[in-house]
Structure formats: C-alpha cells, structure tokens
C-alpha cells in the first residue's frame, strides 16, 4: 500500500538555497518502499527535474498513482530525492528494458499548471537556452513560500459540560459550525473565557479550519471611461482584433497624453465581460507606474486588482500564484515576471510602455518580456496590445510591415496640446558661474524659465538621469579615480548619505578624508551632476521653491513612490528633479515645463539603440508637460543640437527620426534586420579566461548570414574580481541563432572555473 504524500514529505521543505529536499527518514526510503507494486510498467512519465539538467528524465509510474501534465511530483536523481514538473507520457515498447528506470515517489498537492503556461515555460527555456529545470525553478518559485498556518476554530464532541449556565448553552446553540476564538465569542455573546473552558472539559475541540481564499472579482461594467471621437474610433479597432477569436498581436501607438490607458482599460472590460473564464495580464515596466495604474484599475473595475511584482509580501506572492492558476484570479497587474504566473486561459496581454528597456531581463535568464508576451499571446489565441508613445523600432518595424495591427492615437486628450519644445546650445550658451564661482549646470535661460514658472505658480520638472550627486570622484593631486574594488565601475557619489557607491555591485563606503592612493589630504572631487547636484543648485539659486528628488533612492518601494506622486499632484512641490523614475506614465496637471539638463547623456557609448533610447526617454520626459488645460514648454540642454534625435524632438517629427534610425539599422543588418546574440565569459583566472576564449573562437561553425565579433574584452572587463570577455554574434533573421549557438557551444568543453552567459537579443554591451 503506498503511503500518503503527506507521510513521505511532510518533514521535507526547501533548503537555502531554494531547491526542495526530503527529511532524512524519507531520503532513506526506496520508491518500492513508497509505493509497493510487483506489478509491470505501463507508464513512463517526462518529468523535468528542477536542476541544471538538459533535458526531461524519464520515471516509471507506479501503479494507484495517477498523473497528469503540469503536476508536481518528487523523483530520485542520484543519491537524492528532488521536485519536478510532469511534462508528458509514455508508454514503453513490451519488450523495453526499464531495469534502470527510476520510479516516481510521490505526487504533490500544489496547484497543477496548466498546459498553455507549461509549454510556454519550456519554449521559453528553449528561447534563452535556459536547461529548462532552472528555468521551471524560477517560475514555481512562489510555491517554496510555506503555506500560511490553517486558522484553528472550534467545534463540539459530543460531551455535556459538567455545569450548564446560559453563557454554556449561548456557545452550544452558536458552535454549529466551526468557528474561531474570537468569532465564536463574540456570536455567543460570552468571553473567550467560557470557550476556552469549554475546550478544557471536553465539550469543544480545536480544528483546523478550511481555508478558503476569497478573490474580488472585477466588474467590467463598474465605470466605464467616457471615451472621444479618437479613442472611441481606436477602441473598435480594438473590439474588432479581439472579435477575431485567434492572436492578434496590436500596437497602441499614441502621443503622450493620448489617453492610450482608457482604451485598452476598455478592452480589458471587454475580454472579461465576453468570456467569464477568461484572465487578462497587463505589464508595466516600473513598479512605481504600477502604483499609478492599479488606483485607475481599481476605479474602473470596482475591486483592488492582484499585483504582482518584487516587492509583494511572500504570503501574497503564493496566495496570488495558486489563485491564477486556479483560474480564480482574473486581472493581474506586474513587472515582467508575472508574464511566468501559471495561467489559465489568457484572454489578453497589454504590454504598457512597451519601448522600454525595463522589459529586459537582465540576470539569470535573460529574456525580453514584449517579445516572449506576443508568443504566449499566440499559444493562448490572445489578443496582445503593446501600448506606447515612443514604439521600440521592432514593434514600429511589425506594424509597418503588416505583422501587427496598427492603430493610432494622434492628439492628445480633451484640450491638452504637445508642449512646445526649444534646444539651448550649450556650446554658444553655457552657464554661468556661481557667486562664489561654482560650478553651475543650468543655463540662465532655463533658469529664466523655471522663475516664470514658479511666478505662475505651475510646476517643473528637471530630468537628468543620473542618481546620486556625481558620477565621478577623482583624486585633484594624483588624478585617481574612484572606483569599486576588484571591478572597472566608477564608484557615484551621494552626498545626502555621505557614502561612495558602485551602483553596478553593490559597494558603498564612507566618502575619504585623504585620497586612498597617494594620500593627499581634503583632495577629491567630485565630477559632473547627479540629481542631488542639481537639487543643490536650485534650492540655492529659487530659495523659496520647494524642491524634491525623485529618483529610486528617494522612492525606493512602492509607498514612497506613490506618496511623492501624490504631494507632487496635490502641488505641494514646485520643482521635480528627477531621473527616469518620473519620466513616464505620470500625469500632473500642473507641471508645465520640463527642462533636460544633459540632453546628450544617452548618446554616449558603443550601444547600437543609444539614438533610440535617447529620443523614446527624451519624448517621454518633454511629454511631461502640460498634459491638462495649460500649455506646456521642455526645455533641451545638449552640446550637439544638430544630432538626428534633437531635431526630431525640436520638431517633433519622430517619423523622420526613425526612417533616419532604421536606414541605418537595415545597412548594418542589425535588429530589427537582424539578430543577435551575446556571450559572456567571465572567470577569476585572466590567463585561463583569455586561453579559453581563443580556444572557442576557433570552433566558430562556418555558417552562411552568421557573422560573430570577438572575442574581446567587455567594456567593464572586471566585475567583482572576475574578468569578462564577449563575443557578439549577428545572424540574417531567417537564421537559427539559437541552434548556431547551440551548437558551436556543444563542439568545446568549458572549464567549469569559467562561467558562461548567453544572452539572446543583447539590449547591454557592458
């Protein structure tokens, strides 16, 4: 007879390091031991193992066990016991020699995931060449959250008490149905006293009570948004993909302040209103736009929507993973990650702000959720709308070519028009120096700007996004500079916490008296402006204006971000000095001017979508600005106004900049012409590193439209002691990148003191 999972892995939980083990007593017992049965193999089970395995492991199915895809289950491997993921079944060959195959030990509870979410998980896998047990590992890693404990309430046994009083019979009459201390109390009209005392004689016992999560459910037709003739007319568009019944993957291309939220809120009514098994998921890149659009939610649908993101409590993050995969949760807000929530039926994908870079998964598997959301938009039949002011150029690319739908918002909503937009040429006009002769970073026009504003009584938003005060801190009598250890990052300083800090690794220490180097005393410097830098400088050159940082050192969580939000709507701020923590999503009716302090810092570098990015930030931050009934400016500081990126935002001819940016992306055969891909090599050893990477660049397959770069070191070529090379490889886009790499990667063994990232569509070249 088999024991009950809850005998063979009741002991058993997750260690450190996050991966399931059993309790000693259980590792020692056999799978027979688990499940007794002479009888022959009939079913052989795929499962993957949550280890850095490179395929599925086949496991002989006991007989009494029934299994189905997307279950969990625990398998041995090796000496050990470990978790897995059912992923498919077979039957064996009657004469199939299954001596060596390894028996399933024990089926789980945990909520089976649904076949849409388990093949999109091992598809993406395949996608980053992720070995699919890490990747799985990562998306159930909310089930390695314990339980929360089962309330306890109370119910009768039977007995009578010894002495009967009214206060006994109140409790009798109410403990019909098990109930809580305190709630049984407090319907019986009695102290917790009597019950406690009615416990102790006997006539009541403690129980586990079933817990039943409670989901709000969100009501399509709560309030519907009163849409214009633009958004109405975009909305049937919508209405019309969505009628389709099969993927339809849409770009929602809209001027800031367009009202693009309204419309696809509306679509997002539709899908729950049309199918009541349906789930809708709607990405943001950045938790603090979170906090803006789950209040617009909320207000739409009538209940507070399930966020998912990572600053939720453990207890929430199991809670909302089991109810999606139930089906029970319907509308999810989150980060990307919540792209790897175990869903249902997914009716719809809304990508906001789907230019961003945000979107980009930099650690561990790294992935672009806009792309990975339009392919499980078409294994889920879904519509898909990826919303933006500022298009990435491959979306712009699809639409432009038929791929995607494409509908436009042009005008901004109700009475609100784009601010005008003007450059100051920071070579024919720079500033002037301080009173005591410092340094200052605003020109006297902008200043001149900032005065008419605050004299209005409107407010301003300053954008550089750079944190801290300076970027650079730098030795006046020897000329060192300051720089994390055993790594090649400058270190920033912040002078609001004294500290200098590596925002690469992590590093922070007390700013120096004397330079570490050559010992000079009261010699450092600091180099260039950070947000804090110009924080100074306005609250010395407008002492009466009430001057805040919005960066993600200033609003670190959630809370603080949406309480800065709410002070800056509520105009007890006059001047926002901010990065790119405030540069999209927001809407400030009486922000008016926006001015870009460094206009050109985004150009810098070697990175092929520096233009890009440049103009999406730059747009999103002039259109800022006079949103409401009052007419907005931005102001741009830069040292190059001829560049492509300031004359389209002077302009405001983006098509032109973006013919300008694509010719010159098809020329080179780079995205969205072209693929690429990215591996890392890093390792302790630099001799080692460098000999093995010759090594590998003599095993580069010879392949037809497959070009690779390298090996050469990266421009951050030490990293917490660790040196680091890259290869770039360029691929034709009817070109297998992924089985190019695949399989020049098989032709060599790496040493195992050398790792390895492979990073497929690279948005970093550090």
């Known amino acids: ?153 109370y119910v009768l046994t039977g007995e009578q008490p010894a002495r009967l009083t009214k206060a006994r019979q109140a409790v009798l009459d109410t403990a019909l149905v098990p109930m809580g201390l305190g709630d049984l109390a407090l319907a019986a009209g009695v102290s917790t006293g009597v019950v406690t005392a009615l416990e102790k004689e006997g006539v009541l016992q403690k129980v586990d009570l079933a817990r039943e999560e409670v989901y709000p459910q969100p009501d399509p037709d709560f309030a519907p948004a009163r849409l214009n003739d633009s958004q109405a007319a975009a909305h049937q568009l919508l209405q ?110 809304v990508v906001d702000e789907e230019h961003d870079g945000s979107y980009k998964q930099e650690e561990g598997a790294r992935y672009h959720a806009r792309d990975l959301a339009v392919f499980r938009a078409r294994l889920d039949g879904a519509l898909v709308i990826l919303a933006s002011a500022t298009p990435s150029l491959e979306s712009l690319t699809n639409a432009e070519k038929g791929r995607y739908a494409w509908i436009r918002l042009e005008q901004r909503h109700g009475t609100a ?24 970073w605003l020109s006297d026009r902008l200043a001149g700007d900032i005065l008419a504003t605050l004299k209005r009584g409107e407010q301003t938003l300053l954008f550089l996004n750079r944190r801290g005060y300076a970027p650079l801190v730098l030795c006046k009598a020897c000329g060192e500079k300051m720089t994390s250890p055993k790594t090649d990052s400058w270190l920033v300083e912040h002078r609001a916490s004294g500290r200098l800090v590596c925002h690469l690794t992590g590093f922070s220490m007390r700013k120096p008296k004397t330079c570490p180097h050559c010992g000079a005393q009261d010699s450092l410097i600091s180099v260039g402006p950070g947000v804090e830098r110009i924080l100074e400088e306005v609250r010395s050159r407008f002492p009466e204006a009430r001057a805040e940082v919005f960066s993600s050192d200033t609003t670190p969580d959630a809370a603080s971000s949406a309480s800065l939000i709410k002070r800056i709507e509520d105009n007890e701020v006059d001047i926002v000095i901010a990065t790119q923590a405030a540069a999209k999503g927001h809407n400030f009716p009486n922000l008016t001017l926006v001015g870009i302090v460094d206009a050109d810092l985004g150009l810098k570098g070697g990175d092929l979508r520096a233009a890009e990015r440049t103009f999406q930030l730059l747009a999103q931050a002039t259109g800022r600005a006079g949103r409401k009934l009052k007419p907005g400016k931005a102001v741009l500081q830069t040292y190059a106004p001829e560049h492509p990126v300031m004359q389209a935002l002077q302009h405001q001819d ?30 302790k050893d630099q001799n080692l590193l460098n000999k093995f990477s010759r090594e590998l660049a003599l095993f580069i397959p010879n392949t037809e439209g497959v070009d690779v770069y390298g090996p050469a070191d990266a421009p951050l070529a030490l990293v917490r002691g660790q040196w680091r090379k890259r290869f770039l490889v360029r691929a034709d886009r009817n070109r297998d990148l992924q089985a190019f790499v695949s399989h020049w990667l098989a032709a060599i063994k790496r040493p195992n003191a050398i790792r390895l990232v492979v990073d497929i569509d690279p948005y970093s070249f550090l």
């Open 654 to 683: 983006r098509d032109a900049f973006y013919a300008y940016e694509s010719m010159s992306r098809e020329v080179a055969k780079f995205p969205p012409y072209g693929r690429l891909a990215a591996l890392i090599l890093t390792a």
């Open 417 to 440: 028009v784009l601010p005008d937009i003007a450059l100051i040429d920071m070579k024919a006009h720079p500033p002037e120096k301080g009173p005591n002769g410092e340094t200052r």
């Open 1 to 153: 007879m088999a024991l009950s999972v809850c005998e063979a892995v009741s002991a058993s939980g997750y260690d450190k390091a996050g991966d399931f083990v059993l309790d000693a007593k259980t590792m020692s017992l056999a799978a027979s031991d688990l499940f007794e049965s002479t009888e022959k193999v009939t079913l052989i089970a795929k499962v993957v193992v949550l280890a850095p395995m490179a395929e599925a492991l086949d496991y002989a199915v006991p007989a009494g066990m029934v299994l189905q895809a997307g279950e969990h289950v625990i398998v041995p491997l090796g000496h050990a016991k470990v978790r897995g993921l059912v992923i498919g079944f077979e039957t064996p060959e009657p004469d199939e020699d299954l001596s060596r195959v390894k028996t399933v030990v024990a089926r789980l509870d945990d909520p089976i995931v649904p076949e849409a979410s388990l093949n999109f998980w091992l598809w993406a896998a395949g996608w980053t060449l992720t070995p699919p047990g890490v990747f799985l590992n990562g998306c159930i890693r909310a089930l390695k959250i314990p339980r929360a404990a089962p309330k306890q309430g």
């Open 240 to 349: 019309m993909e969505q009628a389709k019944h099969a993927f339809a993957p849409v770009l929602l291309d809209g001027v800031t302040g367009s009202g693009k939220t309204e419309v696809y809120l509306e679509s997002v009514a539709d899908v729950l209103r049309a199918d009541p098994e349906a789930q809708v998921l709607i990405l943001l890149p950045e938790i603090a736009l979170t906090q803006a659009v789950l209040g617009r939610l909320e207000a739409r649908f009538g209940v507070e929507v399930a966020q998912w993101h990572a600053n939720i409590s453990n207890g929430n993050r199991r809670r909302i993973w089991e109810g999606v995969a139930s089906g029970k949760v319907r509308l999810v807000v989150g980060a990307r990650s919540a792209l790897f929530l175990p869903y249902r039926r997914l009716g719809l994908i």
